[in-house]
């Protein structure tokens, strides 16, 4: 099965844009606990009820909408907090293509490790103005640099 714009990140996290209908029985079966999404509701391509085939498939789904166009700090600290409530979970992140999510990872891995990984940064995506001013935000707010 290859979902869209899929990155095993670790052992314990992959990400990826947005998985078809029938993907997530695959993220069912491969392990997964938890399903995050960051998509936002208008976003071009969506999954209606997602929530209900992943409650189907009893996993439980977090929704945090991310505007691609205007990323808060407060949505990256949602995610972080449900990292870290959920850190002993295998986890399973999406948004539509990957693109928010590259930077979510980007600076959870900054964050938690402690060290640079280039290679999650605009992995799927070019960079855009806001996603760099929100990284900036974001490294300001953790006291953080690159």
Not at 9 to 27: D, V
Not at 67 to 77: G, H, S
Request: charged share 25%; with cysteine; net charge negative.
């Amino acid at each position: 099965m290859q979902i869209y714009n899929f990155f095993q990140y670790s052992e314990k996290i992959a990400c990826s844009g947005l998985p078809k209908e029938e993907e997530f029985r695959y993220i069912k079966d491969a392990g997964y606990e938890m399903v995050i999404s960051l998509s936002m509701p208008s976003d071009s391509v969506t999954l209606e009820n997602e929530d209900k085939i992943l409650a189907d498939l009893g996993i439980p789904y977090f929704h945090i909408p991310v505007d691609a166009n205007n990323p808060k700090v407060v949505d990256f600290e949602q995610f972080m907090a449900l990292m870290k409530a959920f850190e002993s979970y295998k986890i399973f992140i999406h948004c539509t293509k990957n693109c928010r999510l590259s930077t979510f990872i980007y600076l959870y891995h900054l964050i938690t490790q402690k060290e640079v990984d280039e290679r999650l940064l605009n992995q799927f995506c070019p960079p855009r103005k806001e996603w760099v001013t929100f990284r900036k935000k974001i490294l300001e707010k953790y006291n953080i640099t690159e």
